[in-house]
C-alpha cells in the first residue's frame, strides 16, 4: 500500500476527485492549505494599495491505494490537475505500513 499527497490548485477538485473515482478510488481526505514553491505569492491591488500574497491557497490531498493501482492513480491525478502553468503542484507517493479499519477490525488492502 502507498499513501499518496497531492498538493493542487483548488479549482482542479472536482476533475480530479472525478478522474481518481473513475478509476476505483474511493476514499480520500481533503484539507484546505496555504504555501509557496518556485510560484513565490504574487502581488494584488486591494482598495488601492499594492500588498503580496506570500503563501497561495491549495489543496492537499491524501489516499491510501493498493500498489497495483499507485501508477494508474498517479497518472489520472496529473492529467486531471494539470494546466501547464506554474504552480500546478506536486505529487509525492510514500509507503503505508498497516491500515485498519476501526469500524470492522479489518486490516491491510481489505481495510482500504
Known amino acids: 500500500m502507498k499513501l499518496i499527497t497531492a498538493i ?34 504574487h502581488t494584488e491591488l486591494y482598495r488601492g494599495a499594492e500588498y503580496t500574497v506570500d503563501f497561495l491557497p491549495k489543496l492537499r490531498l491524501e489516499m491510501v491505494v493498493s500498489d497495483h ?5 498517479i497518472e489520472n ?18 509507503p503505508v505500513e498497516q491500515a485498519i479499519r476501526i469500524r470492522t477490525g479489518e486490516s491491510g ?3 482500504l
Open 8 to 41: 493542487i490548485k483548488p479549482f482542479k477538485l472536482d476533475e480530479v476527485r472525478e478522474a481518481l473515482s473513475g478509476i476505483g478510488i474511493q476514499g480520500m481526505t481533503v484539507t484546505e492549505v496555504k504555501g509557496f514553491g518556485r510560484q513565490k505569492g
Open 69 to 73: 493501482m499507485v501508477e494508474q492513480a
Open 109 to 111: 488492502e481489505s481495510a
Open 77 to 94: 491525478l496529473s492529467a486531471a490537475a494539470h494546466t501547464g502553468k506554474i504552480g500546478d503542484g506536486k505529487i509525492f507517493v510514500t
